[in-house]
């Protein structure tokens, strides 16, 4: 774990921006619906079976029949091609597919009224008009893509107007132009009801955009309320809930934990003669130092709060968190970052250490106040050093 620079962004995918015509979603859901379609329209297709069995012949009847049935096959053999790879053609090739076996299913129904209605009663003639139209409505889905709406009602009308008009009955007449009449109503509904169904396609996608944004904004917030704004690394939020965790997970796997609390020597001092935002400086500086001295994905650098900093050692005992503290000295001793005030000219920090191995310490809190007490220990010392949790510390 890397914790000396923060909690981390977990990426956040942005779902792929569909075509402007949304058109793969709209192929997805035409498939969707086509067993269901397709199923329908052969039961659609018998009930006109049973209209016409007493009088139009049984063979072409038959015929007819199994001519919507293997036009039924075809479609669900695409809806099985499509489950197994949409992406074997484009959509709009799935889309032209299913186009074109509307179309037969449209041919097979009107060029069925044009033989059906040359052996049938004018009551049973009417009747197939009316599973037409419910047909169209078993198909309704097809609207999804509007071309194969168009091309499964469209020819199908046409020529059930043919079939009523070549009866000279007025009446014949009269259906034949409600036929071809009622056809460019259906086209229309269809046309708006796919206007609304890509609408809603779209919203569906905003919404998508939408939340991605939401989440992102939510990762940065909860990444911003974790880190400190000056120096860039872990907050004292992130510090509690780090210390709280590591506590309890090394002691449940019997490791020890170390911890560490920095302060900068004489720094109201350094504060005085240079300014505070030298004095920022340097605090960034010094927590860079930090991190670069402590172990890689294994500790856990925090500003404490002003100029203190505290690092959490999972599995150190005293002699290892007493090794990294010391290096941490050590960098910032390197820095030789010029401090009039200090008694060697330069800036130091002081650091006190404390492990759990030490048995000092029942909680977390304890632990972080044993390390305090040591810190108090290097700077009644002298300053500039490292100095370990003792239980008794010697006085003055
Ligand atoms: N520039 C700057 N100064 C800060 C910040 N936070 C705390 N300080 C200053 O740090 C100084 C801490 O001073 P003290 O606690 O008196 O200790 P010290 O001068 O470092 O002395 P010793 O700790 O005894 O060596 C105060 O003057 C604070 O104003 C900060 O974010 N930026």
Redesign the pocket.
Known sequence: MNHASGPALEPVHLPERPADDYLAERVATLFSTSPATAIGNVFSGSMVFGVYYASAPLSGLSLWLACLVLLMLVRLGLVRAYRRDPQRVKPLTWARLTMCQCAAVGLAWGIGAIWLMSYGTPYEDVIYGCIALASVMVAMSNVSYWPAHLAFHVPMFFFLGIAYGRDPEPQATFLAICAWVVCPFIAEMGRRLQIRFNAALKLAWENQVLAHKYALANQELAVLSRTDD?TRIANKRHLDETLEREWHRCARQGEPLGVLML??????????SYG?????A??RQVAEAMRASVREHVDFAARF???EFTVVMPGADLATACAIAERIRATVEALHLPHGGAERGYLTV?IGVASSEQGHANSEEALVGNADVALYEA?RSG?NRVEAFTPHPVQA
């Open positions: 000056l302060d900068i020597d004489h720094f109201k001092l350094y504060n005085d505070h935002l030298a004095g920022d340097c605090i709060g002003g100029e002081s700077k300053r």
